[in-house]
């Protein structure tokens, strides 16, 4: 269903690798709401993805950049002003990586060179993002920044390994450089806390099958798929949500304040007959 909620808006989409992408149903569905965008990911990433086929479909532009490159973000940035005709009006940071979780290291046997690049590829370049868009002064007034994170950034969950702490420090400066934005620029900042979602970033985690299945049977609404992701960020994107800035939003069928669910003690009953 469209409601034209993003009618004449333009934006920056950052991180589509494929259909199950977070940031690909997103894509979708801002161009169900009327809403044009440049799509962009890691040139490497557009080996791997299929990102032309998203850009076909939704007549978007690609322009291919790394996200810890303040260089290529800068020549995004002025590029997307010019093919889209003016300030932007909404961004979405989708962009997750740890080397430690990929390369099977533990959270007490961290290699920190891995540390650090999974920090500026999850964390530093959503500063690095916004910092640009600053300096340019590319986002028009009343324009809206969001980003993706994980409930590990308050609670533990073991094996989301250094990306727990790169959450931690992504809400935090959603929160910072959100003041900054909307002090200076009326834009808002926020990021969605998203229930775990099949995507390469998320089934790349050890044991994800495990709380993919706790987070379902502990949330009363069960899990938030992609594409519930993609409904709510097109809400925070449209004029519907004005005054919502430096927050971050849990977007999870209620699992972050659950305790217990019937359905939880349940199989831990049944395991105990
Ligand atoms: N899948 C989940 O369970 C889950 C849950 C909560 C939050 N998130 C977050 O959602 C966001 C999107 O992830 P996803 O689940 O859609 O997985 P995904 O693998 O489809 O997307 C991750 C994206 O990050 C991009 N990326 C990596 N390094 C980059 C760089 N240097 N420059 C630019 N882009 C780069 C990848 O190319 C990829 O497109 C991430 O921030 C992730 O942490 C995911």
Redesign the pocket.
């Known amino acids: 269903m469209s409601y034209g909620l993003l009618k004449g808006k333009r934006g920056i989409i950052?991180?589509?690798?494929?259909e199950?992408?977070?940031?690909w149903k997103t894509a979708e569905r801002v161009h169900e709401e009327g809403g044009s965008f440049v799509l962009t990911?890691?040139p490497i990433?557009m080996r791997m993805?299929t990102i032309n086929q998203l850009a076909d479909k939704t007549g978007a532009t690609v322009i291919p950049?790394?996200?810890?490159s303040l260089e290529d973000l800068e020549k995004l940035i002025s590029e997307s002003v010019e093919i889209l005709g003016g300030k932007i009006d909404f961004v979405l940071h989708?962009?997750?990586?740890s080397v430690n979780v990929r390369k099977g290291r533990a959270y007490t046997d961290q290699k920190y060179d891995w540390t650090a690049k999974g920090w500026d590829?999850?964390a530093g370049?959503f500063h690095k993002v916004m910092q640009v868009l600053y300096k340019q002064d590319a986002m028009n007034e009343w324009g809206s920044i969001v980003a993706?994170?994980?409930m590990a950034a308050q609670r533990v969950f073991p094996d989301y390994n250094d990306?727990a702490d790169n959450k931690a420090f992504l809400e935090s400066i959603a929160r910072s450089f959100g003041y900054f934005f909307g002090r200076d620029k009326k834009v808002r900042v926020n990021t969605i806390s998203?229930?775990?979602?099949p995507?390469?970033?998320?089934k790349g985690v050890k044991g994800f099958d495990g709380f993919i299945s706790y987070a379902e049977k502990m949330s009363p609404l069960g899990n938030a798929s992609?594409l519930d992701c993609a409904n709510y960020t097109v809400s925070l994107f449209s004029d519907l949500t004005r005054k919502v800035t430096l927050q971050n939003l849990f977007h999870d069928g209620g699992f972050s304040n659950m305790g217990v669910s019937d359905a939880v003690m349940q199989a831990f009953e049944e395991q105990e007959d």
């Open positions: 950052f991180g589509a690798l494929d199950n992408s977070i940031a990911n890691a990433a993805g950049a790394d996200a810890t989708s962009i997750g990586m590829v999850s370049s993706l994170s994980y990306m998203q229930s775990p979602t995507t390469t970033a998320g992609a």
